[in-house]
């Protein structure tokens, strides 16, 4: 049985992510969509909150097992006997991070593969900054993400401070 680990801290899980993960289910026997509970990034969702829209996001795809996880990835996969690591590529600066990313993690588990799969063309603008960043300034989100995170999103601006947003700007305020 191959097992990959699709890992990611999934905040908000977004179209491109369920794109990737449903590419990767059909590649291996199992893919693990394991969301890092610490990423040393600030985040809008809790661990929980961020699981259980995965969750909902592949609860009707029997070859999509999600979790949870802390630590390093290549140890998580030892730890589930995973032999790959998924991972998507948007845009050519991904591929540079990536490589970077799968030589040290070859460097700690050679015996863990990484597989990148270049997302869908639809996709390759989104991620989740992008994400938040449009839900925090009220925009529509719906051809982005599940209606079950779009409600998520909206429930967590509602009322918010616009001077106090837990999310970084970057582009499209101006």
């Not at 977004?14 to 693990?32: S, T």
């Not at 040393?40 to 661990?47: G, M, V």
Request: hydrophobic share 40%; with cysteine.
């Amino acid at each position: 049985m191959v097992r990959g680990v699709f890992p990611g801290t999934f905040d908000p899980i977004h179209y491109g992510h369920i794109d990737i993960a449903r590419r990767g289910a059909r590649l291996f026997d199992e893919l693990v969509v394991a969301v890092y509970d610490r990423p040393l990034k600030n985040l809008l969702f809790s661990p929980e909150e961020r699981l259980e829209y995965v969750r909902i996001s592949f609860a009707n795809e029997p070859k999509i097992r999600v979790t949870g996880y802390s630590g390093l990835t290549v140890d998580y996969c030892r730890q589930i006997d995973a032999q790959v690591i998924v991972r998507g590529l948007r845009v050519f600066s991904d591929f540079e991070h990536e490589f970077k990313m799968a030589l040290a993690n070859n460097r700690l588990a050679p015996q863990v593969d990484v597989v990148a799969l270049i997302t869908a063309e639809e996709h390759t603008f989104l991620s989740s900054t992008t994400v938040r960043e449009i839900a925090a300034l009220g925009g529509d989100v719906t051809s982005m993400v599940p209606a079950h995170v779009k409600e998520a999103l909206t429930r967590k601006f509602e009322g918010m401070n616009p001077d106090h947003n837990p999310v970084s700007m970057t582009s499209l305020r101006d």
